[in-house]
């Protein structure tokens, strides 16, 4: 992965520079010592490892706005952080860059009842925001699974889902409002407790930025009641196949439950031995099924989905008859990652999300190459919404394997997008995919992106090489070739 | 005189824009026409009318999405749909009577008006708006070039997403050709609880109280009297009261006891009555299309503010507004017709609005009224040349319904 060439003469101001930041920001929230620093030196994607130039704590919206402010009239680039949980390396430091890492926003302005809204500093984890309001029975609804350490402004950056997001959306569908610094150094508050904001939908577009347009300091999300109840199936399939069709015909019959996840055998044996749900191993596929909401409308679904499963070869059953059991059902699932990780010195997650209907065929590509490599995968499935989660099992001590389970990641996310699907579903572009972003997109494509980049971050110092695997300077972007003097249009009716 | 270009494919669409920013030749935007009325006056000498661009290209009930050309009829789009027991979610309004003067037509609205204005019936509160439901699109931009952002999945976050920027972007950015948008399954059942009798203040907290149970209410709005006595159902126009109403969706067990359960919450707030699947669905359709209001001409605005404080903006404008009022969205959407006034009102209802935050839009208002006041509310600096920028990222020569949004841009 080939990273911007860092820029020497910005490494040679580093005493300045540390000077610069400390006077804006006073107390310890300058970090220069360099094992200290290495506390930074990567996100949630291990592959990957960098020393920032320093990283700053801000604590305060004015204090960020006079980083940038600085940044850009010095010309040093600048790479935000929430938590650093992120999968796709957007967080990725560089070595001529300021990390700044918002972990010191992380009070709770205001929890709304009544608008059914929280307003809170970026640095607040997601789980942090739940535990605020669950006393009067709310929750927030998305739930990336590393939500007790992800931070709320770090799930805005990469528009985070989770299990439920099939029915309460990914992260965009919940944003009610943000205040952002831009790179100029300028505040811009774009919506609110309203529910939604005037002009053009800036608050669409900065979610799942991935840390490219401004720094974000302030947000205000949904909340909702929790559902009265929820009770989960447990079923086990033959095939890839059947399971694929059992959850087409649940969602053709206007079911869409609480959360539908998929594992194929490979993970259904390796977390079966990590935590021992009570999972059937001999099935070729699980698939957990949960609905919630009010008491009567899960009994009337859970009947439902049970004849629907049967209906699909169903050979194994069972429905949660406890909140107990439900976790149990979960507990498998929630600890697939961890489990796959028991099973081999290292792993890389993928991505990809495809149309339902093609899971099959892709689980049986990901599998030929899977023999192809010579490495061996698990699969787990968000399967209502597509998203797969291919978990490529490696040993980086070997020689050339992590170069291979790259090779394989790609592969399979080439495969995903050939069957009209996309690179990544949840967990970012980041430098992970930015390289496969021609397998998606056309140049002119990827230009239009980087022109709204412009807009944003003129200077482009921020962020700079995650998402897009070409940097044009924006003056280029901007370039137009004109047609003047073209006969117009000889082939368009005109009335 | 104005002249119509017409393209019948995307690369026709392509040669018109093209020719257009060569020349620094503006052009007016149009599917249908029919929300027309709807921001300000694109003056032009040329027009881009899109009705060529027609036709369902893929539906896959099953994996929940459609894929469209930009001026295929929403009514062709929702025959589809119902064939399939689908819809989309989020209510997309008519709004053929409101800018029709009254008149009983029905619109001819299409799939890019309906996403280019990101407009949102009732279910906005449990479902989103238009943009939550944009997956992806085709389009040209102002520069003459083509290009596509999102796919046909529910779940991708593959780059910026330019779909929530050109939902609501009005035409100014780029003329889409091809929108994929997510489709769901309808109802099997749905009902309303109504409470009668509850003032302003009470009804806020009557449908707060509903929103914040969990009972996933689909929709709250309340009608007071003067709004009540225009709807076409005869329990809600004959009450002689204020109308709160409370929409519940799902399958038929769940709708009984969740009404029961709603019918309990409210209780103290009025008389309650329930509205079952026809009366129902008139009522939510009166609301959604701002029926209630859309008889003669008078200036209609429509207020977003948070929903718990819709009755204190409203008591805030308090005799000013001597026209009829309605909330939605649990108080967060108010509607306000009034009669012609200067500037229309706008000074009086955005700092009313501004006390609680939100923003408000003139909504309907002769041509020349919305040439003079802004129609969208007024950002800040920042906020105005970030946006400006934006444009000017996609339609440098602005080329592309120029002055629709904000006047010079």
Redesign the interface.
């Known amino acids: 992965m080939k990273m911007p060439k860092p820029d020497s003469g910005v490494i040679a101001k580093r005493a300045q520079i540390i000077k610069a930041m400390q006077a804006i920001v006073p107390g310890e929230g300058v970090i220069t010592d360099s094992n200290e620093l290495r506390a930074y030196d990567h996100d949630g994607l291990m592959a990957y490892k960098a020393l920032p130039l320093i990283v700053v704590l801000p604590e305060t919206t004015e204090q960020v706005s006079a980083i940038l402010k600085y940044a850009v009239h010095h010309n040093v680039k600048i790479v935000p952080r929430g938590a650093g949980t992120g999968l796709s390396g957007g967080a990725l430091p560089l070595a001529d860059a300021i990390t700044v890492g918002l972990a010191k926003f992380n009070r709770i302005l205001d929890i709304?009842?009544?608008?059914?809204c929280v307003v809170t500093q970026p640095g607040v984890t997601n789980l942090g925001i739940t535990q605020a309001v669950e006393h009067q029975?709310?929750y927030y609804a998305p739930d990336p699974s590393s939500q007790i350490a992800c931070s709320i402004g770090g799930n805005i950056a990469?528009?985070s889902?989770g299990v439920h997001?099939?029915k309460y959306?990914?992260t965009?569908?919940n944003v009610l409002g943000i205040e952002m610094v831009?790179m100029s150094g300028?505040?811009?508050?774009?919506g609110?407790?309203?529910?939604?904001?005037?002009?053009?939908?800036?608050?669409?577009?900065a979610?799942?930025?991935e840390g490219?347009?401004g720094v974000i300091t302030e947000v205000t999300v949904r909340i909702l009641?929790?559902?009265?109840t929820a009770r989960a199936l447990l079923i086990g399939f033959p095939s890839n196949e059947a399971g694929g069709d059992c959850v087409?015909a649940i969602?053709?019959?206007?079911?869409?439950p609480g959360g539908m996840e998929m594992m194929d055998k490979p993970a259904i044996h390796a977390t079966e031995d990590f935590v021992h749900a009570g999972y059937p191993l001999d099935v070729q596929a699980l698939l957990i099924v949960e609905l919630d909401?009010?008491?009567?409308?899960v009994?009337?679904?859970i009947e439902r989905v049970d004849a629907i499963a049967r209906q699909a070869g169903a050979t194994y059953l069972r429905i949660s008859e406890t909140e107990e059991e439900r976790q149990v059902f979960w507990s498998g699932r929630k600890n697939a990652f961890p489990a796959v990780g028991r099973i081999s010195p290292d792993y890389l997650c993928m991505d990809g999300?495809?149309?339902?209907?093609r899971l099959a065929d892709v689980l049986k590509r990901v599998s030929e190459l899977s023999e192809k490599y010579g490495l061996r995968v698990a699969n787990v499935f968000?399967a209502g919404?597509?998203?797969l989660h291919p978990l490529i099992l490696f040993d980086a001590n070997q020689p050339g394997e992590s170069d291979n389970a790259e090779k394989f990641g790609a592969d399979i996310l080439r495969y995903c997008v050939e069957v009209?699907?996309?690179?990544?579903?949840?967990?970012?572009?980041g430098i992970e995919?930015r390289d496969l972003?021609g397998e998606?997109?056309?140049e002119?494509?990827?230009?239009?992106?980087q022109?709204?980049?412009?807009?944003?971050d003129p200077s482009q110092l921020l962020n700079p090489g995650k998402?897009y695997p070409t940097l044009h300077r924006c003056a280029e972007l901007?370039r137009?070739f004109?047609?003047?003097?073209?006969l117009?249009?000889p082939?368009?009716?005109?009335? | 005189m104005t002249?119509?270009?017409?393209?019948?494919t995307a690369d026709?669409v392509l040669?018109?824009i093209?020719?257009a920013?060569?020349?620094g030749m503006p052009l007016a935007v149009r599917g249908q026409g029919s929300k027309e009325g709807f921001g300000r006056v694109v003056d032009v000498p040329h027009c881009l009318?899109l009705t060529?661009l027609s036709g369902i290209k893929a539906y896959?009930?099953?994996?929940?999405f459609m894929t469209a050309m930009a001026a295929t009829p929403m009514a062709e789009i929702e025959a589809a749909l119902r064939q399939n027991?689908?819809h989309m979610a989020f209510e997309p309004p008519d709004l053929g009577r409101l800018y029709g003067g009254g008149n009983a037509k029905e619109s001819g609205a299409t799939i890019g008006g309906a996403i280019a204005c990101?407009l949102?019936g009732p279910r906005?509160?449990q479902a989103?708006?238009a943009?939550?439901h944009f997956l992806g699109f085709n389009a040209v931009?102002g520069?003459?070039?083509?290009?596509?952002?999102g796919?046909?999945?529910?779940?991708?976050?593959?780059?910026?997403?330019?779909?929530?920027?050109l939902?609501?972007?009005f035409g100014t950015?780029a003329v889409m050709t091809e929108l994929t948008f997510k489709v769901?399954?309808?109802a099997?059942k749905t009902r309303t609880v109504l409470v009668l009798g509850a003032d302003d203040s009470n009804a806020m907290k009557a449908m707060?109280a509903a929103?914040?149970?969990?009972?996933?209410v689909s929709a709250a709005a309340h009608l007071p009297i003067a709004a009540a006595a225009f709807s076409n159902v005869s329990y809600v126009s004959g009450a002689g009261k204020s109308v709160t109403a409370v929409r519940v969706e799902?399958?038929?067990?769940?709708v009984?006891?969740?009404c029961r359960?709603l019918a309990e919450l409210l209780k103290g707030y009025g008389a309650i009555e329930e509205l079952h699947s026809e009366n129902s669905g008139t009522l939510w359709r009166e609301i959604r299309d701002v029926r209630l209001l859309a008889d003669g001409d008078n200036l209609i605005w429509r207020l977003?503010?948070?929903?718990?404080?819709g009755g204190d903006v409203v008591a805030r404008l308090g005799a000013e507004i001597g026209g009829r009022v309605f909330y939605d969205?649990g108080g967060?959407?108010v509607w306000l017709s009034m009669g012609a006034r200067p500037h229309a009102g706008h000074e009086i209802i955005r700092a009313a609005v501004a006390a609680h935050?939100?923003?408000a839009?003139l909504f309907r208002a002769a041509a020349d009224v919305r040439a003079q006041v802004p129609v969208?509310?007024p950002?800040?600096d920042?906020?105005r040349?970030?946006?400006v920028?934006?444009?000017?990222?996609?339609d440098?020569?602005s080329v592309l319904n120029p002055g629709r949004?904000v006047e010079g841009v």
């Open positions: 709304d009842f009544d608008n059914r029975g709310f990469e528009n889902g997001c099939l959306g990914m965009t569908n831009l300028e505040v811009v508050r774009i609110g407790k309203h529910l939604d904001s005037g002009g053009y939908d800036l608050l669409g577009v979610t799942g930025s490219l347009l009641k929790k559902p009265e087409a969602i053709g019959a206007g079911i869409i909401g009010p008491k009567a409308e009994d009337y679904l999300t495809i149309p339902r209907n968000h919404d597509g998203n009209g699907g996309v690179l990544t579903g949840e967990h970012g572009v995919k972003m998606m997109f056309t002119d494509d990827l230009k239009q992106q022109r709204l980049k412009c807009a944003f998402v901007g137009m004109v047609h003047q003097g073209k117009p249009f082939n368009i009716p005109r009335f | 002249e119509t270009l017409k393209p019948d026709q040669d018109a093209k020719w920013a060569g020349e009318d060529g896959e009930p099953s994996e929940l027991n689908q990101n949102a906005r509160i989103g708006a943009r939550d931009s520069r003459g070039e083509v290009f596509k952002s796919g046909t999945v529910v779940k991708n976050v593959t780059g910026f997403d330019l779909s929530k920027l939902a609501g972007s950015l769901m399954p309808a099997e707060a929103l914040g149970s969990s009972n996933e799902g399958p038929g067990p769940s009984e006891h969740r359960a977003s503010v948070p929903p718990a404080n969205w967060g959407l935050g939100g923003h839009t969208f509310e950002q800040s920042a906020l040349d970030l946006s920028r934006v444009k000017q990222a996609f440098p020569k949004m």
